[in-house]
């Protein structure tokens, strides 16, 4: 049973940094591909980043030189360090995961709050 917990919300000043993390602690297997999305009030969830391995990585183009994903895959988590944050980050943000017969992500965590102040 895959069982996603993020860590690392909270709140920043524009031009600042956080790093989320996401541990699955309850499956033993490897997971196929994991990720992070956000969905601020009003909007739909989106993806900002996803990775399957050290060389297959995916960013959404408004984060891209700013955030970085990388993953643990002993430990079946992933890290996302945000750098240079703005205001428009602001967001819950979710882990993702998804198994090697999954077609789209089924699994997802709690979401963790992150504000950025301008």
């Known amino acids: 049973q895959v069982h996603l917990v993020e860590r690392g919300g909270g709140l920043v000043q524009a031009g600042g940094s956080l790093t989320l993390s996401c541990a699955d602690s309850g499956s033993s297997s490897s997971l196929y591909d994991m990720g992070w999305f956000r969905q601020a009030p009003g909007n739909q969830r989106e993806l900002v980043a996803s990775?399957?391995?050290?060389?297959?990585?995916n960013y959404a183009d408004f984060v891209k030189g700013r955030f970085t994903i990388s993953r643990d895959n002993v430990a079946n988590t992933i890290f996302l360090q945000m750098n240079t944050l703005k205001p428009e980050d602001t967001a819950i943000y979710y882990c993702?995961?998804?198994?090697?017969?999954?077609?789209?992500?089924?699994?997802w965590g709690q979401g963790t709050q992150v504000t950025v102040s301008s």
């Open positions: 993702a995961a998804r198994g090697w017969g999954d077609l789209q992500f089924v699994y």
């Open positions: 990775i399957r391995n050290s060389q297959d990585l």
